[in-house]
Each structure stands twice: as C-alpha cells, then as structure tokens.
C-alpha cells in the first residue's frame, strides 16, 4: 500500500519528501494491473487470478444464522462414499470444496424443492440428496444428459423414488425460465453452478425476477471468485454473504430472496 505524505515538507536523514512524490491514482493502478501480469505469486495444481476489494452489500440476520448453522452442521458431513464412488477426495474435502456445506445448507433449510444448474458429474446434486427431507426433491438442470457427462458419477438408481430429476433446459434463456417458471416458484433452495462467467449468472438473475422466487430463501452462487464473476458479485443488490472459507477455495456466495 502507498504511503500518504502530508502536504507540506518533512525533513529525516537528509532527505526532503514532499506531496509531490506521492504516486499518482494512475500509477498505483498500473503498478497493480502489471502485477497480473508477472510471476504468480503462489503455486498449486490450479491458479485462478482474482482481485480484492470492499463489498458492495452485507448479509441478513437470515444469511448469518444460515451459514453459521451450515457451517456447524457441515463438520460432521460425511461423504466418503461419494469420494469413492467417484474416485477422487474432493466430495470429502472441507473447506475447500462445498459438497459438505451444500448438503449441510438443505439439512438445515429442510428444503421441500431444490434447483440445481449445472448438473455437471451430478457429485453436488447427489450430495445435496442425501439431506433431503423424506418428501423432498431436487431438479437438477443441464444441456447435457448425465448418462452422456465426461465423468459423470450418476446411475440410474439415483433416480427411482423421484427424488432426483434432471431437466434439459437453459434456464438462462426466457424460453428456460418461463418453461420451468413452476419448480422455480416452488423452490426454497437454488445453488447455481454453470458456465462462470457472469454474462451467463446476469441472465439467471433476470430470470428469477420475471418469474418471481416465490419460496426461495436462499441462492448459492459458485465460483464468485474467478475472475468472470467478480463483477457479477459486485453487482447483486440483495443480501449476500461471500462464505468461500467455508465452501469451495474458487468461491461460494449466500444471497437472499426470501
């Protein structure tokens, strides 16, 4: 951080200073972008570059008593079955990754529908699943079936007694939003995790506006640290809460709507 120099001259060790030698709003802007473009700080199997800077909004009494009670619940999460299953760590993993803390945010939410975007391998839907309420269910939506997802760790039993559906709809579209509009309104929990880069996120948002999150408290946003998403975070004018020490290292956002 540059120092502040007072208007006026101080004299030490035979040196003068003046206001003069302050550097200028130009100069500490260019020194902090060129910094993004030398050596990366730190090293790890996966960098991401990111940026710093005040919030724009604070959470809710609601937002803290939720994450402070998924939080606590997220430590005796096990999911080691679903590491096995798809044979790497990171379902299991926490903080770090978030499958814990989702499936802590629907044990304490006890959520009757829950929306999913971005089926993906389907680890976070079946996570999320095994904290649902007997009567609950999760709609999980892609482009993609999940018979035909690089990676995919879904079998067919993970869909009988109907507490798992996957839809092909673009919700980021009018068509998606006003075709689903229904299990949108029904929904109490909606984690989104697509495409990451905030144009697609901004058009999430304006879907959920049109067709109005009637039952919807909370909205988990992934990833709202990478670089794409910064702005889109910055943006939400609603009560949020950046909960990424608890969730996933690239980001995990907590916003309001109910």
Known sequence: MAARISVGTTARRGLVCTAAMAPSPLLIAARRRLALLGPWPIAAGHVEPSLIAPDTGGPSDLLLDVALRAVDSARSVDLGWLSDRSRDRFPDVWPGEHYKLLTALVSVLSPQTVVEIGTATGMSALAMKTALPENGKIVTFDLVPWRDYPGGV??????????????????????????????????ELIFVDAKHDGAQEREFLRGFDEVGLANARIVVFDDIRVWGMLAFWQEIDRPKLDLTSFGHWSGTGLVEYG
């Open 154 to 187: 879904l079998r067919d039993d993970d869909f009988a007694g109907g507490q798992l559906e996957q839809r092909l709809d673009d919700l980021s579209t009018p068509a998606g939003w006003r075709a689903n509009a229904d299990v949108l309104r029904r929904a």
